[in-house]
């Protein structure tokens, strides 16, 4: 296992267009979280999901963000119509239900700018 | 709710000397604690955490903290600073009692410098 991947690592579009970026969990692990993270701030929770189902929205995620998980695997953050103030790092992190004390495991993130 | 605070934006410490990076935690229940590193342009390395047993957690690269119920913190130490310490760190916390609300939640980080 490679731990968790995620694409592309950077990203740079311009305001008013459309992203996706995708995110490989480790494979035996159920849930996978979606944070963002500005300069010289921590990690800012977005949302996570178990297996396929999303369980918690952050308010930070407004109505042009969504994220999937299919089919329980890989999931895909969208940022719709982005805006200055969505450029951030965006790290996806997985762990296995009931093993948090084991923290989670991170991807590299992906650098947004948008220009 | 969870919160952790960080003491201090910036630290910067001599190589070889004592590194201290301050943290104290807010919880309503027992937490989990734990310290991650993050190196320029990558994500975060988990570096100890706490989850109840010994209140001496050791991790890599030789740091270590100490968990204090009484003082509601959970400092990270190293004995000696190696310049490839330079990093920012952050502390972050999750309840122990799982729920689904168990996300870290994470404090705004200590940018750590090593001076030759």
């Known amino acids: 296992d490679t731990g968790v991947s995620q694409d592309p690592r950077h990203k740079i579009t311009k305001r008013g267009q459309n992203v996706t970026f995708r995110c490989d969990p480790i494979s035996e692990h159920n849930r996978l979280y979606w944070y963002r993270q500005t300069l010289g701030q921590g990690p800012e929770f977005l949302t996570y999901?178990?297996?396929?189902?999303?369980?918690?929205k952050s308010r930070l995620l407004s109505d042009r963000f969504s994220a999937e998980r299919p089919k329980g695997s890989f999931s895909t953050l969208e940022i719709q119509r982005t805006e200055q103030g969505d450029s951030a790092m965006y790290l996806c992190a997985s762990s296995q239900y009931g093993q948090e004390n084991y923290g989670y495991t991170f991807g590299s993130g992906t650098r947004l700018t948008v220009v | 709710a969870q919160s952790v605070t960080q003491l201090g934006s910036h630290v910067s410490v001599s190589e070889g000397a004592l590194v201290l990076l301050r943290c104290n935690y807010s919880?309503?229940?027992?937490?989990?604690l734990f310290w991650y590193v993050q190196y320029p342009n990558q994500g975060l390395q988990l570096l100890l955490k706490?989850?109840?047993?010994?209140?001496l957690v050791k991790g890599i690269n030789g740091f270590e903290a100490e968990f204090k119920k009484s003082e509601t913190s959970f400092h990270l130490t190293k004995p000696s600073a190696h310049m490839s310490d330079a990093a920012e760190y952050f502390c972050?916390?999750?309840?122990?009692?799982?729920?689904?609300?168990?996300?870290?939640?994470f404090g705004s980080g200590t940018r750590l410098s090593i001076r030759p």
């Open positions: 919880s309503s229940v027992p937490p989990y």
């Open positions: 706490y989850t109840s047993a010994a209140t």
């Open positions: 999901f178990q297996n396929e189902a999303q369980l918690e």
């Open positions: 972050a916390v999750t309840p122990s009692e799982y729920s689904s609300a168990s996300k870290i939640i």
